[in-house]
């Protein structure tokens, strides 16, 4: 079946007049009934056939998350076309690339940097044709097959015979930002996504999904957040789109959602802001926050177990979130229970601490190649410090070098046009090969050790795995980001971004007049600070792990200059090549 057909077909007969999506228009938030997107998704496919686009053509969608966004996605795949997603942050040279080697058609942008990218590229006279424009505050030159989405669909019907799809047609080219090698169109199909989502209904066996309201922060153009909000749209819950992931903190008190998918930064962050704040109250305060974090952590515990939670420890729950926990949910909007976690992995000490404030982090693995997830934690009888365990459909196995390898459902068709690096991929017997090491605990959990390519090996012949060493290190409020240095070293380094909100504080308190960050993160006082608090940080790690010489960076490694996936995760060659002369002098 058609994915799009799959999504609305159902709803509207459901609850047509019920919400399916929510957006902002200038400073209020808006919604569109499950009719009236139907409709609106119906006019743009049209617009799409009348534009001359058919079944198997490209349509490429290069903006931040909008209402647009994903009315151009199911339009385009209820056509039977296939979408294509680039990162709003890709540079032009990025999204040329995309188009290029995808051979898209019509392109929707939403800014005017996106536009004239876009209009560079299709000046070049390749395959792109048209450029439909979202926002009619970006300025346009018609002559160059250039249209406002507004007057795009204007004309075109809202009645529509969606077009058949087999579950092996893809539905979409995922261009892989990876953080090695050149972007490669992932071909996922309509019966990849639609059996993840049925396989997430079957394991989590959720009541009145219709009744959940997701916030789609995270770039639609990534897989996590792209198949979230499909599968949130197919379960008939209302998903709203936030177009600059800047506002999360506002927005979470303004939608009050109840779901929402996160990266670990964003639970990271949250964890080590409530810590400090807690540290820096009064001794009466810390000791609540510390018997309320205690009740909650028994608590959580038993339910996690399925056991009963006897009345006197009910009652303590009761204050604990009345003096406590109440204050930390109503800052991310008071109603938010269920929160998928992907990207990276997630320390225990994190994912222990929001159970026990009663917000269940749903940790899981997976990559673009599998439609995001293979494993993931259940509702109850979940391991903290695991990733969960295989959804129904999908077989994981350990092979060589400890490598974990999948296959089923959501296991892509293949590279588009790289038949030599999909062969790659697979092992003769037709298992997927992630690149990720990992092992199995006796209960059945996954448990990732860490990225095969991204394991180091220190000139003393140890084996160093950097994500569990700049979790620990980035669990707190001092440190933004990280990336370990130790690949044929006598010794671990790294290279640090301090957390600037955190450091400007400090600053005032300790009366260091602030010149500029390059001086700031110079000044002896200030690395020594960070020497201290990461010596503390690392007091457990065995010598050879152990951070022995840093660097403070002066400013935040960025998404538009390629240290950084839309994800978050550091680019390791982009970064070792970028500050190569840093990291010499730290040896």
């Keep these: 079946m058609n994915l799009a057909e799959a999504i609305i077909t159902k709803n509207v007969e459901k609850q047509a007049t019920k919400s399916a999506i929510g957006f902002k228009k200038k400073e209020s938030w808006k919604e569109l009934s499950w009719k009236k997107f139907s409709e609106i998704v119906f006019k743009t496919a049209n617009a799409l056939k009348n534009a001359g686009i058919q079944e198997n053509d490209k349509v490429a969608i290069y903006s931040d998350n909008s209402a647009e966004w994903m009315i151009f996605d199911l339009a385009s795949m209820a056509v039977g076309a296939i979408t294509v997603p680039i990162y709003s942050t890709n540079n032009a040279e990025q999204a040329e690339y995309i188009i ?39 300025w346009i030159k018609k002559e160059f097959n250039s249209y406002y989405l507004e007057d795009f669909i204007a004309k075109s019907s809202s009645e529509l015979e969606i077009c058949k799809k087999d579950e092996k047609d893809v539905a979409t080219l995922i261009y892989t930002s990876g953080t090695t090698g050149t972007p490669k169109g992932v071909m996922l199909t309509h019966g990849n ?9 079957e394991f989590f066996k959720f009541k009145n999904f219709e009744e959940e309201l997701s ?9 996590f957040e792209r ?52 540290q820096e109250g009064s001794s009466l305060k810390t000791k609540i926050f510390n018997w309320a974090t205690e009740i909650g952590r028994q608590t959580a515990e038993l339910r996690r177990n399925e056991h009963p939670v006897p009345f006197g420890l009910k009652l303590k729950e009761f204050f604990a979130n009345t003096l406590v926990f109440s204050k930390i949910k109503e800052k991310m909007g008071g109603r938010l229970w269920f929160l998928p976690c992907g990207g990276a992995s997630l320390s225990t000490e994190v994912t222990q601490f929001f159970e026990s ?16 997830t293979l494993t993931l934690f259940p509702l109850t009888h979940f391991e903290h410090g695991t990733s969960g365990k295989p959804l129904p459909g999908v077989e994981v196995r350990i092979g060589e070098n400890d490598e974990i390898q999948a296959r089923g459902n959501g296991i892509m068709k293949g590279y588009y046009n790289r038949p030599d690096e999909t062969k790659a991929v697979f092992t003769e017997d037709g298992w997927f090969k992630t690149g990720d090491a990992g092992k199995f605990d006796e209960k059945g959990n996954l448990i990732i050790t860490d990225r095969i390519k991204d394991l180091m090996k220190t000139s003393n012949g140890k084996y160093i795995a950097p994500q569990q060493i700049e979790n620990l290190l980035t669990n707190n409020n001092l440190i933004q980001q990280i990336m370990l240095i130790a690949e044929g070293r006598q010794f671990v380094s790294a290279l640090i971004v301090p957390n600037f909100e955190f450091l400007r504080d400090y600053l005032k308190k300790n009366n260091i007049p602030f010149t500029n960050w390059e001086e700031i993160v110079n000044k002896d006082q200030i690395i020594n600070f960070y020497k201290e608090k990461i010596k503390e940080l690392q007091e457990h790690l065995s010598d050879y792990e152990k951070v022995k010489k840093f660097t403070l960076m002066p400013a935040e490694f960025e998404i538009n200059t390629g240290e950084i996936t839309p994800t978050l995760k550091v680019k390791r060659n982009v970064v070792l090549t970028k500050y190569a002369d840093i990291i010499e002098k730290m040896y």
């Design 100 to 138: 290029n080697d995808s051979q898209a058609k019509i392109i929707l942008v939403g800014d005017q940097a996106q536009y004239d990218a876009s209009l560079d590229t299709l000046k070049k006279e390749n395959s792109l044709q048209s450029i439909i424009v979202s926002k009619k505050a970006v």
């Design 193 to 201: 996504f639609l059996k993840a989502f049925d396989a997430h209904f």
């Design 215 to 223: 916030l789609a922060f995270l770039p639609l153009s990534h897989v």
């Design 227 to 278: 198949s979230w909000s499909l599968l949130c749209l197919y379960g008939g819950a209302r998903v709203y789109f936030l177009e600059d992931p800047k506002n999360i903190a506002k927005a979470l008190e303004e939608i009050k959602p109840t779901m929402m998918c996160a990266v670990p930064r964003f639970f990271q962050k949250v964890y080590a802001g409530v810590l400090e704040k807690a």
């Design 357 to 372: 404030v009663g917000i269940h982090i749903t940790v899981g693995y997976g990559l673009t190649e599998t439609t995001a």
